[in-house]
């Protein structure tokens, strides 16, 4: 093995794992990530630090940056 990471046919790296779904494993700790992070923010609203705009706002954002995983 050369440690040079290994390129996908069509000579484009990176591509391959751009095609390929995440795993199982990555796909759950991604989606418990954001579970963590809604609550996070959740109680930031809660607490008065988050407007409840704010809080839907970055709710919103949070929400669409994880459908893109």
Do not use: C
């Not at 996908?8 to 990555?26: E, I, K, L, N, Y």
């Not at 796909?27 to 809080?55: M, N, Q, V």
């Amino acid at each position: 093995m050369s440690g040079r990471p290994q390129q996908p046919s069509d000579g484009v790296p990176g591509r391959a794992d751009a095609d390929r779904p995440p795993s199982p494993v990555a796909a759950a700790a991604s989606a418990t990530s954001t579970i963590d992070e809604l609550k996070r923010l959740r109680g930031l609203r809660d607490a008065g630090t988050l407007t409840p705009a704010e809080f839907h706002a970055r709710k919103q954002q949070l929400l669409r940056e994880a459908q893109g995983r």
